[in-house]
């Protein structure tokens, strides 16, 4: 009998995990995507859901466990209900040996089932060899998977940049924004790139830059820290260079401002840096 044969009028909290941005192009990992598959298991097998924890953008290595505040919260208020819910066993042990067995034995203290929907046969509880042997077998299966799907990604964002002479995917900076597919050109934001630009060859320090755009917004809703504002300034795409990886291609559509600027910028950035030191 499969477990899910015996969980009928149970109440379960599911967990998500994200290593990358919300908006992702890992499709095979993604928030959305475990959300409804997630959702769907346990509908399909009579499953109350009582909550729902989501970590985004948090790795599953070891030294990032005491980041997932989610994760955490999630075992701190589990209390009454009966079980947790999660795509597989990489979203919610992780890759980390650490972390897969905090996260295992946390689990058992609570005396909790945790149901993976991509393999209901897994099971904490089990200290057969065996079991423990195909448990952590299933586990380095899993993050297999994923390393494989990363590293297909890897090279077709490569081949994009190469071909298209255009960003692979991924979430991109301020002043750009996805149209089917194809990376353009957001003239809505294009305004706030140019003067944080323009801004900066005049003197101003990042500091100071973040501090004049948030109190006179000019695209309203966006407020910028000083760390995300000079990482923009060191960006080379806003002078038309798209870079992935080691591949690196020139393409002016996407220019927003000159190398001229581009240029007098980073000697401004360099000169206050040794001043800080």
């Given at each position: 009998m499969k477990k899910s044969d015996e969980i009928n009028n149970k109440t379960a909290v599911l967990y998500?995990?994200?290593?990358?941005?919300?908006?992702?192009?890992?499709?095979?990992?993604?928030y959305e995507t475990q959300k409804s598959m997630c959702r769907k298991w346990c509908q399909d097998n009579g499953v109350t859901i009582v909550g729902e924890y989501f970590s985004d953008g948090i790795s599953g290595?070891?030294?990032?466990?005491?980041?997932?505040?989610?994760?955490?919260?999630?075992?701190?208020?589990?209390?009454?209900t009966d079980m947790i819910v999660s795509l597989n066993s990489s979203r919610i042990c992780g890759r980390g040996s650490y972390r897969q067995a905090w996260v295992t034995r946390e689990i058992r203290k609570l005396k909790k089932q945790l149901m993976l929907v991509e393999n209901e046969s897994f099971d904490i509880y089990?200290?057969?060899?065996?079991?423990?042997?195909?448990?952590?077998?299933?586990?380095?299966?899993?993050?297999?998977?994923?390393?494989?799907?990363?590293?297909?990604?890897?090279?077709?964002?490569?081949?994009?940049?190469?071909?298209?002479?255009?960003?692979?995917?991924s979430r991109l900076p301020l002043g750009f924004r996805w149209d089917n597919g194809k990376m353009v050109i957001d003239h809505e934001t294009k305004p706030l790139v140019e003067e944080i630009f323009r801004l900066s060859m005049n003197g101003l320090s990042n500091q100071a830059i973040s501090d004049k755009i948030n109190a006179e917004p000019i695209v309203e809703g966006?407020?910028?820290?000083?760390?995300?504002?000079?990482?923009?300034?060191?960006?080379?795409?806003?002078t038309g260079v798209v870079e992935y990886g080691s591949q690196e291609v020139e393409n002016n559509e996407f220019?927003?401002?000159?190398?001229?600027?581009?240029?007098?910028?980073?000697?401004g950035l360099n000169r206050r840096s040794k001043r800080g030191k």
């Amino acid at each position: 009998m499969k477990k899910s044969d015996e969980i009928n009028n149970k109440t379960a909290v599911l967990y998500y995990r994200t290593s990358g941005q919300i908006h992702s192009s890992n499709r095979s990992f993604g928030y959305e995507t475990q959300k409804s598959m997630c959702r769907k298991w346990c509908q399909d097998n009579g499953v109350t859901i009582v909550g729902e924890y989501f970590s985004d953008g948090i790795s599953g290595s070891d030294e990032y466990l005491e980041r997932d505040d989610q994760l955490i919260q999630m075992l701190g208020e589990i209390n009454g209900t009966d079980m947790i819910v999660s795509l597989n066993s990489s979203r919610i042990c992780g890759r980390g040996s650490y972390r897969q067995a905090w996260v295992t034995r946390e689990i058992r203290k609570l005396k909790k089932q945790l149901m993976l929907v991509e393999n209901e046969s897994f099971d904490i509880y089990n200290d057969d060899p065996t079991q423990v042997m195909m448990n952590t077998i299933i586990g380095a299966v899993d993050v297999f998977q994923k390393m494989e799907i990363s590293l297909k990604l890897h090279r077709s964002r490569r081949e994009k940049v190469k071909k298209e002479k255009s960003r692979g995917g991924s979430r991109l900076p301020l002043g750009f924004r996805w149209d089917n597919g194809k990376m353009v050109i957001d003239h809505e934001t294009k305004p706030l790139v140019e003067e944080i630009f323009r801004l900066s060859m005049n003197g101003l320090s990042n500091q100071a830059i973040s501090d004049k755009i948030n109190a006179e917004p000019i695209v309203e809703g966006i407020k910028l820290n000083n760390v995300r504002i000079g990482n923009m300034l060191r960006n080379k795409i806003y002078t038309g260079v798209v870079e992935y990886g080691s591949q690196e291609v020139e393409n002016n559509e996407f220019e927003l401002v000159s190398k001229v600027v581009f240029g007098k910028v980073q000697a401004g950035l360099n000169r206050r840096s040794k001043r800080g030191k």
